[in-house]
């Protein structure tokens, strides 16, 4: 059974620093990794969505890696804004249309 | 497009009461899925479809029942509610290997 897993489960910094969310899987056969944000009372909104064949995906401030063959994915988030804060998931599914298996989350809060 | 549109946002249910969460989605996704999301639990996968007339049980699928006659709708039947069903159900939605699309979600309350 894939399980995955979220270091830290919160994280508090200021305003202006880069800083890095972990994700990690006990099953590397996996077909993508998808990061998500979602902000209090709120579903879920991808952020990001990386393909097996990829070794990172960029999007504004945000910069997913991917290994896996270590089971390891990192979210980069450059000079982190108050606008940032939020929970950040990680999810994989095992094939094209399995389900996916979700971490529990990173609570990320950035002070002014 | 809307995306994955979910109704109610909020329901008050009193235990043994039956109900449906409607989820509808306009991008033509074959694959819809439903989720509940408790304190300490994360987000855990009740019943899953990957097309028109195909489902299949999830990880906490008990009490819960769902059909999916048409690509579009994928509606959540509650048959008999009970206290231990109180959360926030998201439904969501993608294409083969493609980003997953989440509605706003449900916030449930059995007393």
């Known amino acids: 059974k894939q399980e995955v897993t979220q270091i830290p489960a919160a994280l508090s910094v200021p305003e202006g620093e880069n800083l890095v969310l972990n994700c990690s899987f006990t099953d590397s056969a996996i077909y993508n990794l998808q990061w998500f944000r979602q902000d209090p009372g709120k579903g879920l909104t991808s952020l990001l969505l990386i393909q097996s064949s990829q070794r990172e995906q960029t999007s504004g401030r945000l910069n997913a890696s991917l290994d896996k063959s270590s089971g390891r994915s990192t979210l980069y988030i450059a000079a982190s804004q108050p606008g940032d804060s939020a929970t950040y998931l990680c999810?994989?599914?095992?094939?094209?249309?399995?389900?996916?298996?979700f971490g529990k989350g990173t609570m990320l809060l950035v002070s002014p | 497009n809307a995306g994955v549109t979910q109704t109610p946002k909020f329901q008050v249910l009193k235990t043994g009461q039956s109900m449906t969460l409607q989820c509808a989605q306009d991008?033509?996704?074959?694959?819809m899925s439903w989720y509940r999301q408790d304190p300490g639990m994360g987000l855990r996968l009740i019943h899953y479809?990957?097309?028109?007339?195909?489902?299949d049980q999830g990880e906490v699928p008990n009490g819960y029942n769902v059909s999916r006659s048409t690509t579009e709708d994928f509606p959540l039947r509650l048959l008999s509610a009970a206290p231990s069903q109180t959360s926030v159900y998201f439904c969501?939605?993608?294409?083969?290997?493609?980003?997953?699309?989440f509605g706003s979600g449900t916030q449930l309350s059995v007393l």
């Open positions: 991008m033509n996704h074959e694959y």
């Open positions: 479809s990957v097309g028109a007339g195909i489902t």
């Open positions: 969501a939605s993608r294409a083969a290997n493609e980003k997953l699309f």
């Open positions: 999810a994989v599914p095992l094939s094209g249309y399995s389900t996916l298996t």
